[in-house]
């Protein structure tokens, strides 16, 4: 079992920025991945972005491309999502997740993630 643990989270103005933090903890040795997930109210989980633990392969959504940086400590187990030019439609609970046996091609599929954090509210306000 992972447990996931999110941080971060806030209110801030159209243009801004924030810094989501996970934190892993448990049997880490077994997942192969760590990424961000988004739900906003009345939609479904949509992915952000997601990191291959092997070999640093990082993967983003098109709405956060140049906008968002996924970086990781690989001692700490730990990934952050950096979150610049925020705009309204990033308005949504963020969710960490971590392993996903089918592997990078499927990284945007999120029934495939084993495991789950509780999530870190982002309200952007104009």
């Known amino acids: 079992q992972v447990q996931l643990v999110e941080s971060g989270g806030g209110l801030v103005q159209v243009g801004g920025s924030l810094r989501l933090s996970c934190a892993a903890s448990g049997s880490t040795f077994s997942s192969n991945a760590m990424g961000w997930f988004r739900q906003a109210p009345g939609e479904e989980r949509e992915f952000v972005s997601a990191?291959?633990?092997?070999?640093?392969?990082?993967q983003y959504a098109d709405a956060v491309k140049g906008r968002f940086t996924l970086s990781r400590d690989r001692a700490k187990g730990t990934i952050a999502l950096e979150m610049n030019s925020l705009q309204s439609a990033d308005t949504a609970v963020y969710y960490c997740?971590?392993?996903?046996?089918?592997?990078?091609?499927?990284?945007?599929?999120?029934?495939?993630?084993?495991?789950w954090g509780q999530g870190t509210q982002v309200i952007v306000s104009s």
């Open positions: 990191i291959k633990w092997s070999n640093g392969y990082i």
């Open positions: 997740a971590a392993h996903n046996p089918e592997g990078s091609a499927f990284y945007k599929k999120a029934d495939l993630w084993n495991f």
